[in-house]
């Protein structure tokens, strides 16, 4: 049973809790009432003050250390939590509660008495409070979480943002995240699957197994293991996810079931192969946020971000650098997502000042050990990675710490290969930690790949880590130069041309162009997919800006340009898309670079139909006259440049070829006056559960339709039959909290965050600015 809702909350000031507030008798009536996941932070007011470092960012310039405001997202996270709900439980043998995620230090008490903790805020776990519970009365659940301050490099989240479930056993029964379903052989005609079971109290079970096609097998055992032979199994594909479910049943009736995959990974020198067929991986890096309602699990908005990345082409996932909420697994398992699963980004040495470090020599073998055992089932996850960019790559012993997290990993898991995202070159090679991998995974080092795959010639390689291009979306800033290193704007933006990265990253097509050159990589994963909560790259020192521009994506889920750099390149959808907008009151008789993704052969450039020229992509060039030279050929590889064009208002058109006949035009007129406000639902219905969020789209245009893309009118949202939770113009630099109504529009646009209530019916959602039209739409809660 999920407990989500009636529990009451307060937060404290860190180290000032009164042990009696996990107490049955305290009195808690003035405290609020929320609903779990929660996420008490995200609640809050931006402000520069909410923990701040200070800190050197070296691989920036950065000459001293500096204070950094937006860090971790600027939100009001540091703190301590105390979370009360009343459950009557009735009586059972065992009684457990089964926690998804709490973000960190958690005390979990029952009836006043602790019962258990958990130290990883991104672990789950399982707390037996059998012996605590007054059986059939009402019991005091009584959680303790805190965030202490610089305990990340992003944002966090805080309090128990995952899912919490209250599990009744008998008392013989299976462990928690007791079965796994092994994968041990697969050929051409058959597959062995070894059903092994943690039973305690018991020995024997019956495993029934159902086959995607609706075939069903029974097998039972007296022991704790059966062996299950498939003929001519129905294999897990990204274009074809077919899942397994195996529902395993004790002899006093009480059963569990499990979803799993069968598929063949290959990692080879000449690249990945699932099953059977060379794919690269078209990967993102993701933090766990969710944008607008911060770090609390929603199905709804994570299904929503897998679709958009699907969208351009994403095939892979790296759960940077945490191990994620269970419901993505089971997403990316349904909707065909290959996921780069990972434990850490501080081993022993510490990159912030209350990091995961602290607890490493205590916890991280049996922390790998429980996160393993959870995940250990989805066919979506096909490789374990052991840390991110870990301090100890550039110290002479950090190879015995990587050799004994590799052997754990082998111990618990040996059907999965080990990586880490290694990014100190050369000395993740002369100091070794490259060895204790399976896959080399190297963070933005594409101009490496061909050296080390020709030197070390038992390795096989992958980009863990890529590109870090950064950017708002649609803003612009002149000229349209490759930026590479010291960025800076006075508005706090970054230019939407693509072409910006900080010194340690590149601009997209870079990368592109290494992972064409060199088929043996087996893909990237791109930081990142959607902007993030946190490291405001490159505005560090500068506020507002409190979070990340790298996403392709913006944090409310617009694309940004290099959305469709990826559409164009990892897709065969037909692609056409022309930027910048053409509004540029204020350069009459200047030039305004104009610049295309398409995956089209050719594509001409009218302005007010007059033909600027026709472009095609570059051949790969290998003598450069200069950097800016060879930086120009990759880009010129894969988008399209008119670099000289003159501004009129009136219009942009690019027509595209192909075979020497036009296949699509797209046209981007100058917008007139903000009208009206034109409204799209993400979804037609969503499910009437109280929890379920739709994402409203609102776009400022003008009387003819076109979007005004530097509008910024404050627009308001109100609702009938749901509730509308929090707005986000995807705007970094954006100090108002996301939980109002009402906010400004950025480059002419702002979504809400509409969640349905218990009621079904029909929902329907107003947004109105002053001097607009509003606009109105409807969608189904059922
Ligand atoms: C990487 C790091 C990421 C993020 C990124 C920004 O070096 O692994 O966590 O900080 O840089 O470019």
């Given at each position: 049973m999920y407990l989500k809702t009636d529990f009451k909350f307060k937060k404290f000031e860190l180290d000032t809790i009164d042990e009696n507030v996990f107490a049955a008798d305290f009195d808690d009536s003035d405290w609020r009432t929320v609903r779990i996941p929660h996420d008490w932070a995200v609640e809050g007011d931006f402000s520069a003050e909410n923990d701040p470092t200070e800190s050197q960012i070296i691989e920036d310039g950065m000459k001293k250390a500096q204070i950094i405001t937006g860090w971790t997202g600027g939100l009001p996270m540091v703190g301590a939590g105390v979370y009360r709900k009343w459950v009557k439980i009735e009586k059972t043998d065992k009684v457990f509660l089964e926690f998804d995620g709490v973000m960190w230090n958690s005390r979990i008490y029952i009836n006043g008495k602790q019962a258990g903790q958990n130290h990883f805020g991104y672990k789950s776990f399982s707390v037996d409070i059998t012996d605590f519970v007054n059986f059939g009365e009402e019991n005091l659940i009584a959680v303790y979480a805190e965030v202490r301050e610089n305990s990340g490099r992003w944002y966090s989240g805080a309090g128990i943002y995952r899912n919490i479930r209250l599990v009744s056993k008998p008392e013989a029964h299976i462990a928690y995240n007791g079965v796994w379903v092994r994968q041990s052989y697969l050929d051409d005609n058959m597959a062995l699957m070894d059903i092994s079971v943690e039973l305690v109290n018991t020995s024997g079970f019956t495993a029934k197994i159902t086959a995607p096609d609706g075939q069903e097998f029974e097998l039972t055992t007296k022991g704790n293991a059966v062996l299950l032979e498939l003929e001519n199994p129905i294999l897990w594909d990204v274009d074809s996810p077919k899942l397994y479910t195996a529902e395993i049943t004790l002899e006093n009736g009480y059963s569990e079931s499990v979803k799993f995959g069968i598929r063949k990974c290959e990692f080879t020198r000449q690249g990945f192969f699932l099953n059977g067929r060379y794919l690269k991986m078209n990967g993102v890096c993701m933090h766990h946020d969710l944008g607008a309602i911060g770090a609390a699990v929603n199905v709804s908005a994570i299904k929503r971000q897998i679709e958009i990345m699907k969208g351009m082409g994403v095939n892979a996932w790296r759960t940077s650098h945490n191990p994620p909420t269970p419901e993505l697994l089971q997403l990316c398992d349904e909707m065909g997502i290959l996921v780069m699963d990972e434990f850490f980004d501080e081993w022993r040495l510490e990159k912030v000042k209350n990091g995961y470090a602290k607890t490493f020599d205590e916890h991280a073998k049996q922390d790998v050990i429980d996160i393993i055992k959870r995940d250990r089932n989805h066919p979506c996850v096909i490789m374990w990675s052991t840390g991110n960019e870990i301090r100890e790559q550039w110290w002479e012993e950090g190879w015995i710490t990587a050799r004994d997290l590799y052997d754990t990993v082998k111990a618990t898991d040996p059907t999965r290969p080990v990586t880490a995202g290694l990014s100190a070159y050369p000395d993740c090679y002369t100091k070794h930690i490259a060895f204790y991998t399976d896959i080399v995974g190297l963070n933005y080092k594409p101009h490496t790949y061909t050296t080390n795959y020709n030197k070390y010639t038992d390795q096989v390689l992958l980009g863990s880590e890529t590109e870090s291009c950064i950017s708002s979306r649609g803003i612009y800033h002149f000229p349209a130069e490759i930026r590479i290193g010291q960025y800076r704007s006075d508005d706090l933006a970054v230019s939407d041309y693509g072409l910006e990265a900080p010194p340690w990253a590149c601009y997209a097509e870079r990368e592109i162009a290494a992972q064409k050159d060199n088929p043996f990589v087996m893909g990237e994963f791109i930081w990142t997919g959607f902007d993030y909560l946190g490291e405001p790259t490159p505005y560090?020192?500068?506020?507002?800006s409190r979070s990340s521009y790298f996403g392709v994506v913006d944090l409310a889920g617009l694309p940004k340009n290099r959305y469709y750099l990826y559409r164009s390149v990892w897709t065969d959808i037909p692609t056409l898309h022309i930027f910048p907008h053409w509004n540029w009151e204020n350069k009459i008789g200047e030039n305004v670079p104009v610049h295309v993704y398409t995956n089209f052969d050719e594509v001409e450039l009218f302005v007010n139909g007059v033909s600027q020229g026709k472009r095609t992509f570059a051949e790969k060039k290998t003598e450069f006259a200069d950097r800016q030279d060879e930086w120009r050929n990759q880009i010129e590889r894969f988008r399209l440049m008119w670099d000289n064009v003159v501004y009129e208002p009136g219009e942009i058109t690019a027509v595209a070829y192909k075979d020497g006949k036009e296949a699509m035009r797209k046209t981007v007129k100058t917008a007139g006056a903000p009208h009206s406000i034109r409204l799209s639902a993400y979804s037609q219905s969503i499910a009437a559960d109280g929890e379920a969020l739709n994402f409203i789209t609102a776009e400022v245009v003008d009387k003819d339709g076109n979007i005004c893309p530097n509008a910024d009118n404050r627009i308001t949202f109100t609702a009938t039959g749901a509730e509308v939770y929090a707005t986000d113009a995807g705007d970094q630099r954006e100090t108002e909290t996301f939980l109002r109504p009402d906010k400004k529009a950025m480059s002419g646009m702002l979504v809400a965050v509409v969640r349905s209530t218990e009621t079904v019916g029909e929902a329907t959602v107003t947004a109105t600015a002053d001097g607009l039209q509003s606009g109105t739409i409807s969608f189904k809660c059922e």
């Open positions: 560090y020192t500068e506020w507002p």
